[in-house]
């Protein structure tokens, strides 16, 4: 049967792929946060995943503001990116595996998760940046994904713990499927920045730290906050660290953290990177 091998958290924002455009992996203010990858970068060569499910949110580039789904996953055989007019390069579309889509859409369903199922998805920066900081030297990521998409920018968002419990629905949905595949779950967002408002440029290390902290030693801890006390904790853009929960939520059995990094900042945001490993 298909077996989830492994996570990965990582914070996005579009500086990055303007760092990787201009070549600045080695630039001073760039270089603590381009190294923290290459224990990552080693550990997916040597495991190898066949497909990964990639939990992030949408900044309009497929949804906007008229129509913003609670939670919708792709069902393509590819997924395209975008000019979102960052002055990020546009990349060649993903590989999908619309089979093993259509497993999780169906059992998350089952489970009484109410999907907006996408048979044809743009994936902006959260998706894109993920890709290219973990497999630098391929044009394309040698994986198929899944995108999994979670709305963090218009009210009303899921709760910590629901998001938590969709990890769990997605462990279950990989364990049905009876191929024998190699699954890699990587949550894209957060961790503390905001980006407007009276708190621009807000950063919260001590509570970014803790909740790393906790993600190996008690995952559900965040589960406690409202989606307003994780904003006042970390700022309004860092309520993205729902993607980070759900990611953990979704690794089975027992789970030892391989690696970690944290700098700040990158732009104006707190930069984080962890590596879970399923035994």
Request: hydrophobic share 40%.
């Amino acid at each position: 049967m298909a077996k989830i091998v492994g996570g990965i958290t990582t914070s996005h924002v579009p500086a990055i792929g303007r760092a990787i455009a201009q070549n600045l992996q080695q630039d001073p203010y760039w270089k603590p946060f381009f190294d923290g990858f290459a224990p990552v970068q080693k550990w997916l060569d040597e495991v190898k995943p066949d497909v990964a499910i990639v939990i992030y949110n949408d900044h309009g580039l497929n949804f906007f503001l008229d129509k913003m789904p609670t939670f919708a996953v792709g069902a393509a055989a590819q997924y395209c990116n975008a000019d979102e007019g960052w002055g990020i390069p546009t990349l060649p579309p993903f590989a999908g595996d619309a089979e093993l889509s259509w497993r999780l859409i169906n059992s998350l369903v089952a489970d009484e998760f109410d999907i907006t199922t996408c048979q044809e998805m743009l994936v902006d920066h959260a998706f894109s940046l993920p890709m290219k900081l973990l497999w630098p030297e391929h044009e394309t990521p040698p994986v198929r994904t899944i995108p999994v998409c979670i709305n963090t920018v218009q009210y009303p968002l899921p709760s910590a713990a629901r998001c938590y419990k969709l990890g769990e629905a997605i462990a279950r949905a990989v364990a049905s499927w009876p191929e024998e595949l190699k699954v890699v779950v990587i949550g894209s967002g957060g961790l503390s920045h905001q980006l407007d408002g009276e708190r621009a440029g807000f950063i919260n290390k001590a509570f970014d730290l803790q909740f790393m902290d906790s993600l190996s030693t008690a995952p559900k801890w965040a589960t406690q906050y409202s989606n307003e006390e994780l904003v006042e904790q970390t700022g309004t853009q860092g309520v993205e660290l729902l993607m980070w929960l759900t990611t953990r939520g979704a690794l089975p059995g027992e789970v030892v953290e391989r690696h970690r990094n944290y700098h700040i900042p990158i732009s104006n945001t707190a930069a984080g990177l962890m590596l879970f490993e399923c035994r």
